[in-house]
């Protein structure tokens, strides 16, 4: 009972002298505000990211895997480069062994291509040769028309299906099927349009990519010896590390690797992805809460500097409070319960400030955007919590002084 009655008359007393320095209450807060502010948006630029980055990653297939001359993880790319081309007899060799896979595919990419039609023109896009296995390792879904037939296949026919992208700016008022565009020069059919992924790096998806037969690339560039992307789809995701063992077994084969030997070829996921979208989240957050820490230690010090001088301006006070009978327990309660309320009420401000941020920026700034950032509750909880440690850790040092002050030396204060 004696404990509640402390608690509350403890907290009255530091409610008044909140409200009878406002101002100087306002200034103290002033660091925690712009702390918890900080971290809360950056909260909600990371999640916002992070969802960005994923839905980017998720335009593979996570069950599939890419044999290619380069490593994705990264890596010495002077030795990449010195790595024997992947061969398109490959894809037969290893359709003949393996018994883990449920589709495979080989295609062979061109970058920063352009694509024309009439006065329009689309830069530094992609172009892909691939087989009839594409559509069935790749994300890829056709919107408009449809993908090629196996003649289209084998005859090299000038036909094509086009990214969202690309058919968004060559052909912004009207349909693309049946229309004629220019890629490097080449004049291709467009009989499909590939269904928007979105994302980050859109300009590396099929958004951005013009699609062909892989024997029409062939033809087109006229480069017939030239390493290619060979795809595995596994046939169920639990097992598709049984998948990546026997692509590795296989191809050491083929290459005549012994067991000791490095790998002269990259096998490509999904999860290489994913790992450095950790990595770089991880990053980002601790240069987050790098720059909230500062901003949070400037206001602890502020309010512990404010807390001192509070001490000091009410010392008559704490004697007086003393000689009728005040615990040191209570004094404690009392300051520190000034200090946290400084915090909280900061934390809070800096939340109430946040959310109006996170939705004008989303609402001005992001409109068209696959980016959006979202008001985590997680981060408002954290900030609160964050606050509340501020205003302790902070504020118990003060809270101790006033507790230990003689009662005679404090009546005696002027």
């Known amino acids: 009972m004696r404990l509640i009655t402390d608690t509350r008359e403890g907290l009255a007393i530091a409610l008044t002298a909140v409200r009878a320095n406002p101002l100087r ?36 297939m996570t069950d599939v895997y890419y044999i ?19 061969q398109e007899e490959n894809l037969a060799q290893l359709k003949a062994k393996m018994t883990t896979a449920s589709a495979f595919s080989i295609s062979v990419g061109k970058w920063g291509q352009q694509a024309k039609y009439k006065n329009r023109s689309v830069e530094f896009m ?9 559509i069935l390792t790749q994300s890829m879904e ?12 084998s005859s090299a026919r000038p036909v ?50 013009v699609v062909m037969p892989y024997r029409t690339l062939q033809s087109a560039y006229g480069e017939k010896h030239q390493s290619v992307t060979i795809a595995v789809r596994a046939k169920s995701i639990e ?27 990259g096998i490509n996921n999904q999860d290489i992805f994913n790992q450095q979208i950790d990595g770089l989240t991880s990053i980002l957050s601790i240069v987050g809460f790098m720059i909230t820490g500062l901003s949070l230690l400037v206001g602890g010090i502020g309010i512990m500097n404010i807390m001192y001088v509070s001490v000091k301006e009410r010392t008559r006070e704490i004697g007086i409070r003393k000689a009728i009978g005040a615990t040191k327990r209570s004094l404690v309660s009392q300051f520190l319960f000034e200090a946290t309320i400084l915090s909280l009420v900061a934390g809070t401000i800096a939340l109430c400030l946040a959310y109006p941020v996170t939705v004008l920026v989303n609402n001005l700034f992001l409109t068209d955007s696959d980016l959006q950032i979202a008001f985590p509750m997680f981060y408002a909880g954290l900030g609160l919590g964050l606050s509340l440690a501020t205003g302790i850790v902070f504020g118990i040092a003060p809270a101790l002084k006033a507790s230990r002050l003689d009662p005679i030396d404090a009546l005696r204060y002027e």
């Open 25 to 60: 209450s306002t200034l103290t807060m002033l660091g925690i505000i712009i702390g918890i502010f900080t971290v809360t948006l950056m909260g909600a630029f990371l999640n916002g990211m992070d969802s960005l980055l994923r839905k980017t990653a998720s335009s593979m």
């Open 68 to 86: 290619d001359k380069w490593s994705w993880g990264g890596g010495d790319w002077r030795l990449m480069r010195n790595r024997p081309d992947v």
């Open 126 to 134: 992609n172009v892909s040769g691939v087989d009839e296995g594409y």
């Open 142 to 153: 056709i919107e408009n028309g449809r993908f090629f037939t196996t003649s289209e296949l």
């Open 160 to 209: 094509c299906v086009i990214g969202y992208e690309v058919a968004t700016k060559l052909f912004p008022n009207s349909s693309p099927i049946g229309e004629v565009i220019r890629v490097g020069g080449y004049p291709l059919e467009v009989i499909g349009i590939a269904k928007r992924v979105g994302g980050l790096f859109s300009v590396f998806t099929i958004d951005n990519t």
């Open 239 to 265: 097992h598709k590390l049984d998948t990546k063992g026997e692509i590795e077994f296989y191809m050491r084969q083929i290459r005549h690797l012994k067991p000791d030997d490095a790998l002269n070829f």
